[in-house]
């Protein structure tokens, strides 16, 4: 999938498929070259960390069709761009869930896979991704689904007035986008279609990403019929995208209340055939208020907030499902700025969190393995690099992270010249002027506030003043907004990222790249970066080896602070049939069946 960005305590990492895109069965595989991928939640007895069952089995007998309801767990509205093209978050990522669907599938390993509405031939020395789609493919309002779909969908994504997030470096692999994106041309020369199921990409250079899902090969096609007479300009806000959305998923939206709830129906052109469900209502719920809700029955499904599970761990009426979270939460320092002409990242050598002696010093001043222990009863633990162990391989393993040392903190200080001189309790910059950090985080969940006061506390102890930017917790959407904007009311932020499923870290971390929002340039990091995206990555021994060393690069130069691995967990009322969150299933929401009208 694509990298999300994600709320902090109580949002989970949506795959923009669900189930139809994860996998896995359980047990861990044999290592090959993608790596080897557990399938339990996040290191077992050592981590201390609880795992779970990830398929719902229920023996009643189903009842035809139902009306399940989804709570989707947020403190903020969404904002309802129903687009993988231009939604940002995991929100709307998570309401696409159910009437959006990629080309294809992808297997335990996160890798694409031959069960999806195309198939494809990769042909490594052509530099091709040769596409065919399935026989008979309609989008949700019954017209045809081509390959002039896809190509449509490349280029709104290349247009020079597109204003989304998702054009970046692999777009830019491809043959003739560039021109194509500058204005100089008028199609993509590297894409060709050659009728209405066939569909070739040429790119510059192939690595293994290409085969991971969310890595090189952009899988969604866009409703060319429906919005080839909408200006590329005013898609993301067009009526066609936030009221009336086509989709080629199991179900269809019917209507929405913006910010708080979707209706959906069955899609009957589903390419699997009707989903087994007659529709879906999704409503969004109060991370505070949910546990109460799953116990009264009022929902069937819900990603529950993990600081709360000893007060929904015993639930009766429900079952709780579970798995590694690809992402992970972090704290980010505001090294630059993003040139929008250029689209680009700019390193600001004079930015205040500029010295890796002081972002260093606080990366060593606070304790994440006790705010797993303390807030998230076994579903958290202290990140030691910025991939999710799921990734089997592709973690370096040898990277111990950033352990709670306050004394060495305090000397990486003094060593740095970061003294107070004026007595004042607060430590001034090497050149004697006065130094306040503002500290950006998002309000919600019940630990939000806990946690932000705890760093706070922590810096303030090693003689650094750290104050919240804005004098308090931010709102969801404000806080990335500002992110994006690289407001100077930020110079450190706590945040998210649901990293999909390719460890690749380009589309977080290149210099292209949008979501890079600590803005952080470096040549050594972007030289590895080329490493991990050359053809000599398809030897898994280079591959794997250029991985470790961008996480050593990152864990020495400090431009973000891994601080939690991530587990989800997921409640669901025992009138719930065939509901699979494993990593690398082909059954999604159109498997999914009910054992009563009404919830238990």
Known sequence: ??????????????????????????????????????????????????????????????????????????????????????????????????????????????????????????DEEAKTIAITLKDDLKWSDGEPLTAEDVLFSYEVIGS???????????????????????????????????DDQNITIEYIEVNPSILQSGGGIWGYPMPKHQLEN????????????????????????????????????????????????????????????????????????ASMPTDQYDTYKDGENFTLLGRQELAYTYIGFKLGQWDAEAAKNVSNPDAKMADVNLRQAMAYAIDNNAIATEFYQGLRENAKVMIPPVFGDFVNTEIEGFTYDPDKAAKILDD????????????????????????????????????AQYYLQEWN???????????????????????????????VYQAAWGTGHDPNPTGLYGE?????????????????????????????????????????????????????????VFAVNNRVKNYDITYGTTDGWEAVELTSETAY
């Open 1 to 122: 999938m694509f990298k999300k960005k994600l709320g902090l305590v109580s949002l989970a990492a949506f795959a923009l498929t669900l189930a139809a895109c994860t996998g896995g069965d359980g047990e861990e595989t044999s290592s090959t070259d993608t790596g080897s991928v557990s399938e339990s939640t996040a290191g077992g007895e050592e981590s201390g960390v609880v795992e779970f069952e990830t398929v719902m089995t229920n023996d009643e007998e189903s009842i035809e069709g139902g009306t399940l309801r989804y709570a989707m767990v947020a403190s903020s509205p969404f904002q309802g761009i129903f687009s993988p093209e231009f939604y940002e978050d995991a929100y709307d990522a998570e309401l696409m869930g159910f009437s959006h669907e990629m080309l294809f599938s992808v297997d335990e390993s996160f890798m694409l896979s031959q069960d999806g509405m195309a198939t494809f031939e990769f």
């Open 160 to 194: 020079p007035e597109y204003a989304g997030v998702r054009y970046g470096a692999d777009f830019e692999n491809i043959v003739g986008m560039a021109e194509y994106k500058a204005g100089e041309a008028d199609t993509i020369s590297g894409i060709t279609v050659s």
């Open 230 to 301: 909408v200006a590329i300009a005013d898609l993301a806000s067009s009526p066609e995208i936030r009221n009336n959305p086509v989709g080629a998923g199991p179900f269809r939206v019917k209507s929405i209340t913006p910010g708080e709830s979707v209706e959906y129906e069955a899609n009957e052109h589903y390419w699997k055939g009707a989903p087994k469900l007659d529709g879906v209502v999704v409503e969004v719920v109060a991370p505070e208020t949910i546990v109460s809700e799953m116990e009264n029955g009022n929902y069937d499904v």
């Open 416 to 451: 740095a010249g970061y003294v107070d001189t004026n007595d004042d309790g607060f430590r001034e910059t090497p050149e004697g002027e006065e130094l306040v950090i503002n500290f950006a985080s998002m309000a919600g969940g019940a630990t939000s506030e806990p946690i």
């Open 461 to 491: 102890n090693i003689g650094l003043n750290v104050q919240l930017a804005t004098g308090r917790l931010i709102e969801f959407q404000a806080f990335y907004d500002m992110l994006e904007a690289d407001n100077e009311d930020i110079d």
């Open 512 to 568: 292209t790249a949008a979501f890079n929002y600590t803005r952080y340039v470096n040549e050594e990091n972007t030289a590895i970066l080329n490493k991990i995206n050359s053809k000599d990555a398809f030897d898994p021994e280079f591959k794997f080896e250029a991985f470790h060393e961008w996480q050593e690069h990152m864990f020495e130069n400090v431009p973000v602070i891994p601080t939690l691995w991530r587990s989800e």
